[in-house]
């Protein structure tokens, strides 16, 4: 298993690009081992996968969120990132990075987890 | 897109009893691409049981998963305080996108 860690703005006003990064310890992101993924959940809400990235930059985003998001990575910081444009207040949840073993095929490491709030 | 169902919404039982955990899927799921969650308020989930059925590490053998096609089970021999939590499926057989179930809270009658 490896650590996670995400960080960004806690608020972000509508229209606006939501950016997230996490930091990845505990094992090289260029392993090969997983998809570094970001999921999101709304308050008392159920879990939503966002869009995943591989460490050779190959991506793969949900359908209903594809035209406003990109995720990218940095191999030489170990972290990748999460961009979500044109945000509006729907888009307030738990924002959570993770790390997808395809070998397995689940999610094997969670970060904490931060709360994004979209509010003017 | 696949979606999974999962039922009951709401599950009330007392420390001891077994708990059934179901998960439906709108089509095939490969049984390699199903996981389920546990979690907690505050936390973020944690990986219980992966390939339908085999357990995670460090998960005690009370928690177990069964099934194929297009319905899996989850299993707790008998609940523990620490159980009590929301259940999460997950697939990954159709990808994009992975699929989430609406999760299953086991909560203390």
């Known amino acids: 298993q490896v650590q996670l860690q995400e960080s960004g703005p806690g608020l972000v006003k509508p229209s606006q690009t939501l950016s997230l990064t996490c930091t990845v310890s505990?094992?090289?992101?260029?392993?090969?081992?997983?998809?570094w993924t970001w999921i999101r959940q709304h308050p008392g809400g159920g879990l939503e996968w966002i869009g995943s990235?591989?460490?050779?930059?190959?991506?793969s985003y949900n359908p209903s969120l594809k035209s406003r998001l990109s995720i990218s990575v940095d191999t030489s910081r170990s972290q990748f990132s999460l961009k979500l444009s044109s945000v509006y207040a729907a888009d307030s949840a738990v924002y959570y990075c993770?790390?997808?073993?395809?070998?397995?095929?689940?999610?094997?490491?969670w970060g904490r987890g931060t709360l994004v709030t979209v509010s003017s | 897109e696949i979606v999974l169902t999962q039922s009951p919404g709401t599950l009330s039982l007392s420390p001891g009893e077994r708990a059934t955990l179901s998960c439906r899927a709108s089509?095939?799921?490969?049984?390699?691409?199903l996981a389920w969650y546990q979690q907690k308020p505050g936390q973020p989930p944690r990986l219980l049981i992966y390939?339908?059925?085999s357990r995670a590490t460090g998960i005690p053998d009370r928690f177990s998963g069964s099934g194929s096609g297009t319905d899996f089970t989850l299993t707790i021999s008998s609940l523990e305080p620490e159980d009590f939590a929301v259940y999460y499926c997950?697939?990954?057989?159709?990808?994009?996108?992975?699929?989430f179930g609406g999760g299953t809270k086991v909560e203390i009658k």
């Open positions: 993770a790390a997808y073993t395809a070998y397995d095929a689940c999610i094997d490491s």
């Open positions: 505990g094992d090289s992101i260029n392993s090969g081992r997983y998809y």
């Open positions: 990235i591989y460490y050779t930059g190959s991506t």
């Open positions: 089509q095939t799921v490969t049984y390699t691409y």
């Open positions: 390939g339908a059925s």
């Open positions: 997950q697939q990954s057989t159709t990808s994009p996108p992975l699929t």
